[in-house]
């Protein structure tokens, strides 16, 4: 009876605790509907690129993603903001829309590449949005720095416990679709993936917004659970100085062989500081209570700073002062100035306020996202200008108008222009390139790709790779072609992975035109047997020789012309692309003007 009895209540706690969970998650849906209505959002529209629907066809696919993802930091900002000053439930929604409002001006407005790694709106207002976060409920005068780190700790356990959770429910489903698949029916590819993608985009945040607490007041009594105080003394706080014994190894090498930092410092600098000041932060219940070892470090870490902060400065400086401003370059900047001024607040101070440190650096993230002053508007100043000093240095840009190239450019030059074209290009900033070109009095279509523009300069390209194989020509203008004597007029487009053979009609007969890219050769085939071929390897090395296409006389330098038997042919070479494999030239593109007839 008593066994039975102890049966029953473990299946009413079983049941009470399912419960609780449920109406957990049910609060935690109705106390934070936007930043998961964010959430849900996000993950539609991936899965619905995961199903196959068209990025073209879904226009601003990409935008969108980026907008949802950071309006869930921004909503969730603005309802810890509200609450922390018990504002009635509704309050929030006016600051809420209008942080999404310009979150939607910065998204869809403005030049920029929509890969999150390399998309400044998402590398300067993601991690903004993130400090904003940490901030939001102490953004008041009477804030403490232990209610918010307290605050801050049980909000990431939260957030690291909600990734536990989504990955074994990730993992589980899959084993059990696993199993399905393997006893009973095949499933839908797509079941997996989209198994993933909630579980990681709703799963996750649904789970790690239920373990924010409601209240923000300070915690009472000795508030460093030991196993944070475990990792902190004997894994981070060691670690960071390791790092920073490093650094000092380094800067003494610089210092005794006299050479300028080269390489990724600035990156190795930017992460020491990153981790460096998460640790101090992260140190601050031990500041007097902890080992030896993190007392130390909590009291003079700021004083170790300055050597590394002007390390960084210097790298920065000397990349900047040789290859102008770009995004990245600029946040590394922005960093040493905002490391800087920490290192003097907490050296000058007395009385801190660690609040400042996270608020700080957000403020500048938000400012640098947007506006001429901002990373993409300086950096595209920044290299506007510098291609414009080399292409005026090499004669091409003369008295505001370009003139293409009518004589060789020095390799390096061109490789200098062509590093810029590729900014412009992965930058997504390609229509401000057009729009200056067409300023300048050269039009470029938009289906243009790097080689075309360069061939609109008068140059080569040369891909920044550590081979430089690549080649690629063309004509900025077709030359007045003289189509007396033939018959047959027609463009061509080849390329390696797509067409090889093309049919031309003329008023009696037909025509085959076949391009072989291994063999380097375009040839034209006649009903009666005749065939001309044109050697475009030789074109090829012709024109790597005189490295650069000539636009005056492109018809001397682009043309080819064959005969056999009573057929007659001339080829016109508006642009050529390919590159050299063991020395030996192989064409991959050709677009181009044939004339055909009979002698």
Request: positive net charge; aromatic residues 12%.
């Amino acid at each position: 009876m008593t066994q039975s009895r102890g049966a029953k209540t473990s299946r009413l706690v079983g049941l009470s605790s399912l419960g609780a969970v449920l109406s957990g998650l049910v609060k935690t849906a109705a106390r934070f509907t936007l930043p998961l209505g964010c959430a849900l959002a996000w993950a539609a529209i991936a899965i619905g690129l995961e199903h196959g629907v068209d990025r073209g066809e879904t226009k601003f696919a990409e935008q969108f993603q980026v907008l949802f993802v950071l309006g869930f930091f921004w909503t969730l900002a603005a309802k810890l903001f509200a609450e922390r000053r018990g504002w009635p439930a509704l309050w929030h929604l006016p600051l809420a829309a209008a942080g999404l409002a310009l979150l939607v001006l910065r998204v869809f407005t403005g030049p920029q590449t929509w890969d999150p790694f390399s998309n400044p709106t998402v590398l300067l207002l993601g991690p903004g949005m993130v400090l904003l976060i940490i901030v939001a409920p102490f953004l008041s005068a009477k804030s403490d720095d232990a209610a918010l780190w307290d605050f801050n700790r049980a909000g990431w356990v939260s957030a690291a416990f909600g990734l536990l959770v989504a990955t074994i429910v990730g993992i589980g489903l899959s084993l059990a679709f696993g199993a399905v698949e393997e006893l009973f029916v095949k499933l839908p590819n797509h079941v997996y993936p989209d198994t993933w993608i909630f579980c990681m985009s709703v799963i996750w945040p649904w789970q790690a917004l239920s373990g924010i607490p409601r209240g923000f007041q300070r915690p009472e009594g000795d508030f460093c659970p030991r196993w944070l105080a475990f990792l902190i003394g004997y894994l981070l706080v060691p670690l960071v100085l390791l790092y920073l014994l490093i650094l000092y190894v380094y800067m003494a090498k610089i210092l005794v062989q006299w050479e300028l930092p080269k390489g990724q410092v600035g990156f190795m600098v930017s992460g020491y500081g990153t981790f460096g000041v998460a640790t101090h932060l992260l140190a601050y219940p031990l500041r007097d209570s902890g080992s030896r070892l993190v007392r130390v470090f909590h009291r003079h870490f700021h004083h170790a700073l300055y050597a590394p902060i002007l390390l960084l400065v210097v790298a920065v400086g000397v990349r900047i002062s040789d290859y102008g401003i770009t995004e990245n370059r600029y946040a590394l900047l922005l960093f040493a100035i905002w490391l800087l001024a920490m290192a003097l607040y907490f050296t000058l101070r007395t009385r801190r306020r660690h609040i400042l440190v996270p608020l700080s650096l957000a403020l500048l993230l938000l400012a640098a996202s947007f506006g001429p002053w901002g990373a993409v508007g300086l950096s595209t100043y920044s290299q506007m200008a510098r291609l414009e000093r080399l292409l005026a240095a090499g004669s091409v840009l003369v008295e505001g108008r370009i003139v293409p190239a009518k004589q060789p450019a020095e390799r390096e030059q061109m490789q200098r222009i062509s590093a810029l074209v590729d900014y412009f290009w992965d930058s997504g900033k390609l229509e401000i390139l057009r729009g200056r070109l067409a300023e300048d009095g050269v039009k470029i279509q938009r289906d243009t790709d790097k080689f075309k523009i360069m061939a609109s300069l008068g140059l080569e390209y040369f891909s920044q790779r550590d081979d430089p194989s690549y080649f690629a020509f063309g004509a900025a203008r077709e030359d007045t072609l003289d189509v007396s004597d033939f018959d047959i007029l027609s463009s061509l487009t080849f390329s390696s992975t797509i067409s090889h053979e093309l049919a031309v009609e003329g008023s009696d007969r037909i025509y085959v035109v076949a391009f072989d890219s291994e063999a380097g050769r375009l040839s034209v085939r006649g009903a009666a047997g005749e065939s001309v071929a044109f050697d475009l390897r030789a074109l090829t090395e012709r024109l790597r020789l005189e490295a650069y296409v000539d636009y005056q006389t492109s018809g001397r330098l682009m043309t080819l012309e064959g005969s056999s038997g009573k057929l007659r042919a001339r080829l016109f070479v508006k642009f050529l692309k390919g590159e050299m494999e063991n020395g030996v030239p192989r064409v991959d593109d050709i677009e181009a003007t044939i004339l055909i007839g009979r002698r």
